[in-house]
């Protein structure tokens, strides 16, 4: 429409006059926003910017395939894969508090940058030169929730919002900072993404680990993954994932109860399933899903995770709920 070339062109030219003709890195985490933050930016400065995308070892399965792969082929955009699942992972040991998750993923999500704009400025043989800016896809509701809005309290650091260190080398260029989800999803198919980046479910940039409420191990994610991709798959072959605004999936890894499985006793954890329904993720109600669908990702979940002998549905909307667990 009219009004959405215009959000884009002005835009582009407000973030070419930011960069100038300088360097920027956009870390992609396969989600609508920084997609198309980053399709606006390549947009403005074209191979000036370079994409990272972090494998924090918080994905869901098949996530980084389809960033690599989705992305790459939609945008034509520079990648620049890290595997750093070791040291996110090193650095979440032990820890069990919401807020301390984020701010340790956004301080590492931080250091990672910082390392992967060295390597680029190496690789490019651009001696002498930095990448001064990086680009983020903050929406106007991270703005508010993180208490940059006026007069907000933090609810949650979004850890692209709340959770930066004040040491920070670059300087940020967020192009969404005033926009609704909706809208974000209407300036990319302006810049023709395909509709399953702009019509994926949001997921939020801590990843898994604050959908595992305690600590995080690789165990629990491994578990975690399992019942989050039988449910997704699921929702998906009920053709549902246009009326569901997110379906995240909680793994209470410090509760247990009892169960029975054949003629044994089992003391397993349950899994919590999240369907919200909802415009923009300020305020969302609890998806009415089908009770056969829910029965079949129950029963799924319940034979295909051995260690998972409980499944729940929240049924709680936000507020006073939020979303997310943590
Ligand atoms: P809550 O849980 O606050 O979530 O109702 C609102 C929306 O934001 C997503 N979310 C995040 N996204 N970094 C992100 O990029 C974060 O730290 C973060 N925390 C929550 C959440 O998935 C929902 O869509």
């Known amino acids: 429409t009219w009004t959405m070339v215009n959000i884009v062109d002005e835009t582009v030219e407000a973030i070419r006059a930011q960069i100038g003709g300088k360097r920027a890195i ?17 947009r403005a400065i074209g191979d000036r910017l370079t994409c990272v995308f972090v494998d924090h070892g918080l994905l869901r399965e098949g996530e980084a395939e389809q960033v690599e792969r989705d992305y790459v082929e939609a945008t034509g955009v520079s990648l620049k894969v890290v595997d750093a699942a070791d040291r996110f992972l090193d650095a979440l040991a032990g820890v069990e508090d919401p807020e301390a998750k984020r701010k340790i993923i956004g301080r590492e999500f931080i250091r990672v940058f910082e390392e992967a704009a060295r390597d680029i400025v190496a690789d490019a043989g651009a001696h002498g030169e930095s990448v001064d800016f990086l680009v983020q896809g903050t929406l106007y509701p991270d703005v508010v929730e993180s208490g940059g809005g006026e007069g907000a309290a933090t609810i949650k650091s979004h850890h692209n919002v709340g959770g930066l260190p004040d040491d920070l080398q ?10 609704f989800k909706d809208e974000v999803r209407k300036v990319g198919e302006e810049l023709g993404l395909p509709p399953r ?50 379906f995240p999936v909680v793994l209470l890894a410090n509760v247990r109860s009892v169960g029975v499985q054949g003629d044994r006793r089992t003391y397993g954890h349950p899994i919590v399933l999240r369907p919200v329904t909802g415009e923009d993720a300020m305020t969302a109600d609890w998806a009415r899903l089908p009770a056969e669908l829910l029965e079949r990702i129950s029963t799924r979940i319940t034979n295909e995770v051995p260690e998972v002998n409980r499944v729940v549905l929240d049924i709680t909307s936000k507020p006073p709920g939020t979303i997310e667990w943590e």
């Open 170 to 179: 670059f300087r940020l260029v967020e192009p969404l900072r005033a926009l």
């Open 197 to 246: 980046i702009v019509w994926r479910h949001p997921f939020p940039g801590p990843g898994l680990a604050i959908r595992v409420v305690g600590e995080v191990t690789r165990e629990r994610l491994a578990v975690l993954r399992k019942a989050d991709a039988i449910a997704r798959e699921e929702l998906t072959a009920a053709g549902l994932d246009r009326e569901v605004w997110q």
């Open 26 to 42: 956009c870390g992609l985490s396969g989600g609508v926003d920084s997609a198309v933050a980053a399709a606006l930016v390549q």
